[in-house]
């Protein structure tokens, strides 16, 4: 028994990776912080493959885990980097002009320095609609409540989201 845990261990972290590392990069918007949010999530769902009730709800129950650990762990860093860091995202162009990629990385800047003025709960609400295009019933999963409040929320974050964007004078045009 123990060895059909740790095939689907394996299966659940090549499936879902990147969509765990990905959360926890939007929400900290630090590689350090990600890289150990989706350490400690994967060890946590390893300690507990046991508890998952049903196999189809899987990226759900991981990312609610991702989540919770998200929180956690960036509680106990003190200090925010405002300034992403020198990350491995590439914009690519159709013209590969530097001028547009210049562009493309301040806008993400922009929207890093914005989500993380949100509450923690508004940007776990952004990243899993907005960023990781997430059905409102799968984020209602992962955050522990109704799709009503996933959809209030929802636009309550993209609302205040704006106005962080329109107050540090970027150009965004992620949030609709």
Known sequence: M????????????????H??????????NNKQEAEDITQETFLKVMQ???RL??????????????????????????????????????????ENNTEQQLL??????????????????????????????LSIKEIAEILNCTELKVRVDYHRAITQLKKQVVKGGGAMHYAK
């Open 104 to 133: 493309l990385q301040e806008e993400w800047e922009s929207l890093q320095e914005a989500l993380l003025t949100l509450k923690p709960h508004y940007r776990s609400v952004i990243i899993l609609k907005g960023l990781k295009e």
């Open 19 to 28: 969509d765990v590392y990905h959360f926890a990069m939007y929400y900290t």
């Open 48 to 50: 507990n493959i046991h």
């Open 53 to 94: 009730k049903d196999f189809k709800k899987r990226k759900t129950w991981i990312l609610s885990i991702a989540r919770n650990t998200a929180v956690d762990i960036h509680r106990k860093y003190k200090l925010r980097q405002l300034i992403p860091s020198m990350m491995s995202l590439s914009f690519k162009t159709s």
């Open 2 to 17: 123990l060895s059909k845990f740790q095939v689907n261990i394996e299966e659940l972290y090549d499936d879902y990776y």
